[in-house]
């Protein structure tokens, strides 16, 4: 994580500075947006692909960021049956558009590495429960 240089935009009225932590919200949600996206996965620090909720989206993510511009790492859970290509290449475009909307930074990089691939088992039918006839009148 890099620190964005104390000028990074000068106002009439004061300077705006955006923590690199509001980057890495922004790229982690918009990555689970992408369809075939199970997760996003804390792989950098430990390498074991764990499953993480919406607690915190900046799990996953590395941002480098300059003055003007920024690049973006993003380790992601992929769902089975997903075409990997297509969801890494949702994800990137997905990123860079909302960083570059939202920041006004220009995305350089958007690397997107898979660390895990989520089976889902099929879902539970509920069975109804069995009717109890009376044995008592």
């Known amino acids: 994580?890099?620190?964005?240089?104390?000028?990074?935009?000068?106002?009439?009225?004061g300077a705006i500075q955006i923590a690199p932590e509001v980057i890495e919200i922004i790229a982690g949600m918009a990555a689970v947006e992408v369809p075939g996206v199970a997760g996003m996965s804390g792989g950098f620090a430990g390498g074991?692909?764990?499953?993480?909720?919406?607690?915190?989206?900046?799990?996953?993510?590395?941002?480098?960021?300059?003055?003007?511009?920024?690049a973006i790492d993003v380790s992601i859970v992929i769902e089975f049956g997903s075409r990997i290509p297509e969801?890494?290449?949702?994800?990137?475009?997905?990123?860079?558009?909302?960083?570059?909307?939202?920041?006004?930074?220009?995305?350089v990089q958007?690397?997107?590495?898979?660390?895990?691939?989520?089976?889902?088992?099929?879902e539970k039918i509920e069975e109804a429960e069995p009717v109890s006839q009376q044995r008592v009148k």
């Open 1 to 13: 994580m890099s620190i964005i240089a104390a000028d990074y935009e000068k106002t009439e009225m």
């Open 87 to 107: 969801v890494a290449s949702g994800v990137q475009q997905n990123v860079k558009n909302a960083i570059e909307s939202m920041t006004g930074l220009n995305v």
């Open 48 to 70: 074991i692909a764990e499953l993480l909720g919406r607690k915190n989206m900046s799990k996953g993510v590395k941002v480098e960021v300059g003055q003007r511009e920024a």
């Open 110 to 122: 958007v690397n997107v590495h898979i660390h895990d691939v989520i089976f889902k088992g099929p």
